[in-house]
């Protein structure tokens, strides 16, 4: 994750989960953490990491007055994994047609896409055929 040069005091981020993908939501959100931390590790300096928990302890304790912990959370993704059981990072493989994925349907788009389909597919016959009429002569 790219962190500009303007620093971390003004850094913000928003986090964006597929909850039609139930099954990756956990193991998604952990790793986006993790890229995060590492991240934001990586460009402070010792004066930048102080404030910097000096700030996540007053995050912390605004989390905890909703009932939030660190192992509160721990164990809410433990129920979650429970019950809908998470596919491993490894497995998130981009589809090769990512216009096909069935996690991103747009009816219209699929329709407009499927008829470019078709006409593609009529040139390429129009073109082997002629290709072959080329040939023969």
Known sequence: MPIRSH???????????????????WTDLEAVLNGLKQATSKHSSLGQTDEMKELTMQRID?????GVTPTNSERIGHS??????????SQNVVPDDPGKDPGFKES???????????????????????????VVQ
Not at 7 to 25: H, K, N
Request: aromatic residues 8%; hydrophobic residues 45%.
């Open 7 to 25: 620093g971390l005091a003004s850094f913000s981020s928003i986090i964006m989960l597929d909850l039609a993908q139930p099954d990756r939501l």
């Open 108 to 134: 219209t788009i699929d329709e407009l896409r499927s008829h470019k389909d078709e006409e593609l597919l009529y040139v390429l016959k129009d073109t082997e055929i002629r290709m072959k009429f080329e």
């Open 62 to 66: 605004s989390w905890e007055r909703i």
């Open 80 to 89: 979650f994994v429970t019950q809908i059981p998470q596919v491993p990072i």
